[in-house]
């Protein structure tokens, strides 16, 4: 059955509402329900430990009796990029029988005041409505006291894509953007000849976004300890950031000594790094990129961006549901000792990233088709 709660088109604002059916405890002699998924289909792409691990926690939740409770998981957007969490944590809500909604926006407001406002309602919403769990896909550290008042109200909380380090949510799941950013780093430096030269990096400086940070600072390490000179374009993501962001890039190409010898991209924008050195009259310059944008694809399909790193936010929200269900049923300690092959400390969870040469599109595509996580 489909049980709809109250917690999707309310007075919060415009939100995606999706529900999973409720399960109820066996009764007195009766076995317990296990909890079962589809197996994911073999592909060069699935990764392997990561199915493993979620294989390895179904395995203990199932030597337990099932539970029936209402869980939320609340994030910043439900379409583009994260469509794909949408799908999986709906189908991890179904896997497991609880009672549960997926919400987020479909629009933006444009005023992120609005928007972190409007998610912080929506957390003491879900809690008040009785969610006894809440999986949070949050703006940044703004939402650190509707976090901390939700788990003083006993509802662990955990977070995904991006963090509230200064909460008291249990743990984090996502892309670790230091270790993303220098893995996409790494990708480049095979293509490029040897030092002196310089590299365009469009990344972040703002340090109002730690993730951008983190993911930019990365990369910049690989290449300053290679030898090359390293530019960093702030993006641009206002109206005209396309014209801005390639006008300076342009700019650079033309001007820079030594002459630039790559580009990397670290966000859904990467393709403006292929617009630029085309402008420039370089477009052999190699380029390599974040996201799976079909801008960037088509961009792929061309040669002109040589490969692209692709998050895991499909596994990201099919983990989360199931981490909370550990939780209120095993407890945090034995859920993250099943976890501890993909974290790298006590907090984090790393869901780890996608390397996709531009030979492999169709490939990944199939992939990404098999476990309906298309964009």
């Known amino acids: 059955m489909m049980r709809i709660g109250r917690w999707g088109m309310t007075a919060l604002g415009l939100t995606l509402m999706t529900a999973a059916c409720g399960a109820t405890n066996p009764e007195a002699g009766e076995d317990a329900t296990p909890i079962k998924r589809v197996p994911t289909p073999p592909n060069e792409f699935t990764p392997v430990e990561l199915e493993a691990t979620i294989d390895d926690l179904i395995a203990e939740l199932n030597k337990h009796a099932t539970r029936s409770m209402q869980m939320a998981i609340v994030l910043k957007d439900a379409t583009g990029f ?29 005023d992120s005041d609005e928007d972190e406002a409007l998610q912080n309602d929506q957390i003491a919403q879900v809690v008040e409505d009785g969610a006894e769990a809440l999986g949070l896909a949050p703006f940044n550290d703004i939402q650190t006291a509707a976090v901390d008042a939700a788990v003083a109200a006993g509802v662990p909380v955990v977070t995904l894509d991006t963090d509230v380090a200064s909460s008291k949510r249990a743990l984090f799941v996502g892309t670790l953007d230091k270790a993303a950013g220098a893995t996409a780093a790494q990708t480049l430096l095979a293509m490029l000849p040897p030092a002196p030269g310089t590299v365009i990096l469009h990344g972040n400086e703002n340090p109002a976004w730690s993730n951008g940070i983190d993911r930019t600072q990365g990369a910049q390490g690989v290449f300053e300890a290679a030898g090359y000179d390293v530019l960093v374009r702030q993006s641009t993501w206002d109206d005209g950031g396309d014209v801005e962001d390639v006008d300076w890039m342009q700019a650079q190409i033309e001007a820079a000594d030594p002459p630039v010898v790559g580009m990397i991209g670290l966000f859904n924008i990467s393709y403006r790094c292929a617009i630029a050195a085309e402008a420039a009259g370089k477009p052999d310059i190699p380029i390599v990129a974040f996201d799976f944008d079909p801008k960037t694809v088509d961009y792929m399909r061309e040669g002109r961006i040589k490969a692209t790193h692709t998050q895991r936010q499909y596994y990201q929200g099919y983990l989360v549901p199931y981490i909370l269900y550990g939780i209120k049923n095993i407890g945090l300690d034995a859920t993250r000792q099943i976890l501890a092959p993909q974290m790298v400390d006590d907090i984090r969870v790393n869901t780890g990233l996608d390397v996709v040469p531009a030979d492999k599109i169709d490939a990944y595509n199939d992939f990404l088709d098999s476990i309906r996580a298309n964009q």
């Open 82 to 110: 994260w469509a794909p969490v949408v799908t999986a944590a709906n189908r991890a809500l179904g896997d497991l029988g609880v009672i549960g909604n997926v919400i987020g926006p479909i629009s933006q407001s444009g």
